[in-house]
């Protein structure tokens, strides 16, 4: 990008940068391990976000109970795809007695058990449920660069944001040049931007052919690489008033989050 040109912040340049560690539910022990780890070498997170994996028994929103006692703030992913039709939401007692704050709606990817039952949900159908019956929540909704073309995306954000989304969590990006570009087309939105490692040529190829990652020149997947995509990143989110969730998946926490924020 030229140094001529100016991007104007996305929220507000007085906003502070706010910091999310995704943590993987595998069980209550390695899941208190994993958030005790993450806040003694980034103490400067303010959230976790834990999101709903079917493989494992712990929903996302009992996860983020445990984890609450570690961090206030515990962000739980919502699969829009496992919420029954009619008004109810099987998790809003449950979100309400842990004192969770803030939850973040995805469509949900189809699940591998097929006697697993889900339902023909939009993520803007659970996000309107949410905020009908649920007003003091902060609901975010995705945003996925590489799913759809710009435009595509553009107006499903669009749609998110009349359905009642208070903000956004990116995919991870890769690029710096993705980042300023979307940025644009999320301007004025609260935004928190996905940073990820991605460590041998397996974790890549799982990134381009599930996610339909590109990958920029000069990329390299080991944690060198990914540790200084991640300063770089952190460094033009807290320019343009952004905030940052970090998913420390298939790494060592410690390793990989130890000094990112300088």
Request: with cysteine; aromatic share 10%; charged share 20%.
């Amino acid at each position: 990008m030229p140094a001529s040109i100016a991007y104007a912040p996305l929220v507000s340049d007085k906003v502070p940068m706010r910091i999310s560690i995704e943590l993987i539910p595998r069980g209550e022990t390695e899941l208190l391990r994993d958030a005790g780890t993450a806040r003694s070498v980034m103490p400067e997170a303010a959230a976790f976000n834990i999101p709903d994996l079917m493989r494992f028994p712990l929903r996302s929103w009992e996860a983020c109970r445990l984890t609450s006692s570690i961090l206030p703030a515990s962000i739980p992913h919502i699969r829009a795809i496992d919420i029954p039709p009619g008004d109810d939401l099987p998790m809003e007692d449950a979100i309400l007695a842990a004192g969770l704050g803030e939850v973040l709606v995805i469509r949900g990817d189809p699940p591998h058990d097929m006697g697993h039952r889900t339902y023909p949900n939009s993520s803007e159908d659970i996000i309107r449920r949410f905020k009908r019956r649920c007003p003091g929540l902060r609901v975010y909704a995705a945003f996925d660069p590489y799913r759809l073309g710009f435009r595509d995306e553009l107006t499903a954000v669009h749609r998110k944001l009349d359905a009642g989304a208070d903000g956004f969590f990116t995919q991870p990006v890769f690029d710096l040049r993705l980042l300023e570009m979307c940025a644009e087309m999320l301007h004025g939105q609260t935004v928190y931007w996905g940073i990820a490692p991605v460590l041998g040529a397996r974790s890549q190829a799982y990134w381009e052919t599930t996610n339909r990652v590109i990958f920029p020149a000069g990329f390299t997947p080991n944690l060198s690489w990914s540790r200084t995509f991640a300063t770089q990143a952190v460094q033009r989110v807290r320019e343009i008033g952004g905030h940052v969730y970090f998913m420390p998946i298939r790494v060592d926490m410690a390793s990989y989050l130890t000094g990112l924020l300088g």
